[in-house]
């Protein structure tokens, strides 16, 4: 499976992006899918996951600003990121496995190449 990130950008704090991530595979349905991020010098973190028709899961930090969906048949995940902050800056990767969502990224069998996403204060 191959994942394409794009979407990311310089914003200002307060302001929105939205993330796309898509897939190789005609049975994208049948994969969880996450976002992650990863800020210099520090390590990946978890942002979001979907998985099936309904179940979502978000990292505290970004709980009710950012929201995940997922179009099947388009084979493409999405991340809505409103009122960003200075703090959300980082290379966000999306990630896909079979079956569960999962919060870590060990759990991923495959990712996208990263897009920067930059918050000015």
């Known amino acids: 499976v191959q994942l394409q990130a794009s979407g990311g950008g310089l914003v200002q704090a307060g302001g929105s992006l939205r993330l796309s991530c898509a897939a190789s595979?005609?049975?994208?349905?049948?994969?969880?899918v996450g976002w992650f991020r990863q800020a210099p010098g520090k390590e990946r973190e978890f942002v979001a996951t979907?998985?099936?028709?309904?179940?979502?899961y978000y990292a505290d930090s970004v709980k009710g600003r950012f929201t995940i969906s997922r179009d099947n048949a388009a084979n493409t995940v999405y991340l809505q990121m409103n009122s960003l902050k200075p703090e959300d800056t980082a290379v966000y990767y999306c990630?896909?496995?079979?079956?569960?969502?999962?919060?870590?990224?060990?759990?991923?069998?495959?990712w996208g190449q990263g897009t920067q996403v930059t918050v000015s204060s």
């Open positions: 990630a896909a496995k079979i079956n569960h969502h999962s919060t870590w990224s060990v759990d991923y069998d495959y």
């Open positions: 595979t005609r049975t994208f349905s049948s994969y969880a």
């Open positions: 979907a998985w099936g028709g309904s179940v979502t």
